[in-house]
Every structure is written in C-alpha cells, then in structure tokens.
C-alpha cells in the first residue's frame, strides 16, 4: 500500500493567495518573527485600506490628537524636555492646551439631551474613564451594576 505524499504549507485562508517574493532587511524579518507572515499581511492590509479606516473615525477628533502631538513636539524642542517629564514643560502643555481648545469655535446647534452642568457631566465622564482604566491597570474587571452616565447626565433615574 503506498502512502499519499504529504501536503506541504499552510491550509488554505478562505481566500485565493498568491504567494510572493519580498526581499526585506533581516532585522525587519527578525522583528515579525514568529508570526512573520501574518505580521506582513496585517501590516499590508492596514496600510491598504487605512484611507477606509480613517473615513470611520471622527476627522475632528483626529485633527485635534495631531494637533495635541504637534503641540508636544513643540513644547519639547523649546524646553528640551518632555511635557510628561519636567513641571516646567507640564506646565507650559497644559496652557498650550487650554489655548487651543479655547481657540476651536465652540457648536451652536444643541443636539444632546444632557440637563446637567457641563463642568459636572465631564467630571461624571473623567471620573468614569479613570476608574476604569484604574481597575484594567490592577486587573480588576468588575461587572457590576452602576448607573449610566448618560442617565446621570441626562439627569434621569436610569
């Protein structure tokens, strides 16, 4: 009885693959590894559909974080050091923050529903995200039942 030959490579991924030749720095290759394929895929995909990605997310939102990471950069080229690191750059951060959040011309269309004070609603906002990124820091991931934030800051029982 003679044995089948053995299938060499990878299982087929759902779709039709071409394989292809690449010829990539060692470190680079040493830097994906152990999944070094997919690693390349992924890596592709992202920078070939990231215009679609983009499209998604709030234009306002990422204008703004490049703004904040200019900003940084700036602080740090004038102080020689980082805003995270010296209390004079802090310092000099936060106020260059404050101007350009200041400077973003505020809506006047008035969509949400929200009937508390802004001042409480985005404490009731910071102090929700810092409690949960305090406790996925110490492992903590509770499911327990708290009232919305939307219902606290819509001023309803929730």
């Given at each position: 009885m003679q044995?089948?030959?053995?299938?060499?490579?990878?299982?087929?991924?759902?779709?039709?693959?071409?394989?292809?030749a690449v010829r990539l720095p060692r470190a680079w290759i040493e830097m994906m590894r152990p999944h070094l394929s997919q690693n390349i895929r992924n890596r592709l995909h992202r920078s070939l559909f990231e215009e679609q990605i983009d499209q998604q997310r709030?234009?306002?939102?990422?204008?703004?974080?490049?703004?904040?990471?200019?900003?940084?950069?700036?602080?740090?080229?004038?102080?020689?050091?980082?805003?995270?690191?010296?209390?004079?750059?802090?310092?000099?951060?936060?106020?260059?923050?404050?101007?350009?959040?200041?400077?973003?011309?505020?809506?006047?269309?008035?969509?949400?529903?929200?009937?508390?004070?802004?001042?409480?609603?985005?404490?009731?906002?910071?102090n929700s995200y810092i409690e949960e990124v305090r406790e996925h820091e110490q492992g903590k991931h509770t499911m327990r039942m708290k009232q919305t934030l939307l219902s606290k800051i819509e001023g309803s029982d929730g």
């Amino acid at each position: 009885m003679q044995k089948s030959p053995r299938k060499r490579g990878r299982p087929p991924v759902g779709e039709e693959t071409e394989q292809v030749a690449v010829r990539l720095p060692r470190a680079w290759i040493e830097m994906m590894r152990p999944h070094l394929s997919q690693n390349i895929r992924n890596r592709l995909h992202r920078s070939l559909f990231e215009e679609q990605i983009d499209q998604q997310r709030d234009q306002h939102l990422v204008r703004l974080g490049g703004q904040i990471e200019e900003l940084a950069r700036r602080v740090r080229r004038a102080t020689r050091a980082d805003w995270h690191a010296d209390r004079i750059s802090h310092q000099i951060f936060l106020e260059t923050l404050r101007l350009l959040f200041e400077s973003e011309p505020a809506p006047t269309a008035e969509i949400s529903n929200v009937k508390s004070d802004p001042k409480q609603a985005a404490e009731l906002i910071f102090n929700s995200y810092i409690e949960e990124v305090r406790e996925h820091e110490q492992g903590k991931h509770t499911m327990r039942m708290k009232q919305t934030l939307l219902s606290k800051i819509e001023g309803s029982d929730g």
